[in-house]
């Protein structure tokens, strides 16, 4: 009976911490999508930054930034592989815009120096 009961108080203790520990993951935060897949806007602007964007492998959509605030020399997409960039048709500057087609599954983070949106490819 004492054996028992001396491999009983760890399993407790410990799947007392399992269970916490399982119920504190759901104060996380979580980044929510803005927009579900099919909803989102194919025509990205700086006012978008802090976003998350959900799109289909395959699709295309363009961002329009200013040259002044937001390079393009500086404009990525981390991890690389998941979107792929295409010839824009021409602003006036210091406007420029950047088509963006989606290559692959997964999510990277398309930044600048003064934007950064989550993009999440299903």
Excluded: H
């Excluded at 289909?56 to 363009?62: E, Q």
């Excluded at 605030?69 to 990525?76: H, I």
């Excluded at 950047?98 to 599954?105: Q, R």
Aim: charged share 15%; glycine share 10%; proline share 7%.
């Amino acid at each position: 009976m004492r054996t028992s009961t001396l491999a009983l108080v760890p399993l407790v203790l410990i799947g007392g911490l399992a269970i916490g520990a399982y119920k504190l993951s759901f104060f996380q935060k979580r980044e929510m999508p803005q927009c579900l897949l099919g909803t989102c806007p194919l025509g990205l602007q700086e006012s978008d930054s802090g976003k998350t964007l959900t799109y289909a492998v395959g699709t295309r959509f363009t961002a329009y930034f200013d040259e002044t605030k937001n390079p393009q020399a500086n404009l990525r997409c981390t991890p690389g592989g998941i979107l792929g960039t295409l010839p824009a048709p021409m602003l006036e500057p210091p406007l420029y815009a950047v088509i963006l087609e989606a290559l692959a599954a997964g999510n990277c983070t398309l930044t600048n120096d003064n934007f950064s949106a989550t993009i999440v490819i299903q």
